[in-house]
C-alpha cells in the first residue's frame, strides 16, 4: 500500500509502499477514506511523542470502510463503515472496566503507538471497543474529522466541564479545538467568550456562535477583559491552544467554585506552566483535563450532528490528495488559515 513515512524525527516524511496491514485477534483493518492533519502528527513527527518507533507513518483521525476482521471481533464485518477516537482503549484494565477507555493504561492510538492513517490502509486494535459507526449520511471527511479535536471538546464541554444552558464560558484559542468547543458549548445554550490573538478566527468563532471575543493582541489584560463581559467570571473556561499564558489565564478568569478544563496539549518548555494554586484554593476552582472521548459518548455526539445542532463539517478547511499530506503535515506548527486539512484521496 501507498503510505506517508518519516525515517527520522524532523527529516521530510515521504510516500513510500509498505506492504499491507493484516488484522490483529482482536482488532480490524480499515481502507482509509478520510484522514484529517493535525498538530500532533507535527508533535509527533518533531519527536515530542516517546510512543513513536521509528519508521513512522502518522495520521489518527479517520474514518473508513472495514476491508479485513481479526478472529476474535464480534461486533464489526467487512464492508462496514466506521471511525475511532484517537486514544483507543483496550477494553480490559480497570479504567476501561469503570468505562474510562480514554485514559485507558494500555491505549492504542494510531500514528502513535502504531502506524497511523496517513495510508491506503490502517490497522486498529481492539475493535470491538473502540469502533464508532458512520451513519449513511454523515461523509468520512466529516466523520474524520470527529476523533480528535472534536470529540474531546465535547467531552471537555459536556463530560469534564459539565456546562448548562446559560453559563459563561472562555475559550481560549481559537483553532480546531477551540473552534469545535464554541459550537458545542453553543448549542447547549451557554455564552461563549472567544479569545485569540486573530480577528480572523474571532470573526468565525462570532459565526460558529460566540457572543463576545476578546483580541489578546489589542488587550493588556486578557482576564480584566473577560471579567468586564461577564461581570464575576466565567462558570467554565477551556485553554483549547496549551501555552502557559491561556493555560493560566483560562484559570484566572474563572469565577469563584469555576472549572477550568486544559485540552491543548502541554509539550516540551510549556509543560509545567504556574498554576496559581492560591487563587484555585481561596475560590475552590476546579483544574482538569480533557483527553479524547470514549467510543460510546459517540452516540450523544452523533445524535446532536444529525439533529443539526453540530455542524462539524464547517470546520473543514481543505480536501487534499495524500502526496499533499507531507507537506501539510510539515506546515502545521503555523497558526494560519481556519480549517481542518482532509486527506480524502489516496
Ligand atoms: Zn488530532
Ligand atoms: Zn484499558
Redesign the pocket.
Known sequence: MKAVVFEQFGQAPRIQTVPDPTPSEEGVVVKVEATGVCRSDWHGWMGHDRDIVLPHVPGHELAGTIAAVGRQVKRWRVGDRVTVPFVA?????????SGN?QV????FQPGFTAWGSFAEYVALD?AD?NLVEVPENLDFATAASLGCRFATSFRAIVDQGRVQAGDWVAVHGCGGVGLSAIMIANAIGANVVAIDLTEEKLAFARELGAVATVNASETKSVVSAVRELTGEGVHVSIDALGHPTTSVNSIRNLRRRGRHVQVGLMLGDHARPPIPMDRVIAYELEILGSHGMQAYRYKAMLDMIETGKLSPEKLIGKRIGLDDAPEALMQMDRFDGVGISVVTRF
Do not use: I, N
Open positions: 482503549g483496550c477494553g480490559h484494565c480497570p479504567q476501561c472496566s477507555h485507558c493504561e494500555q491505549q481492539f471497543t
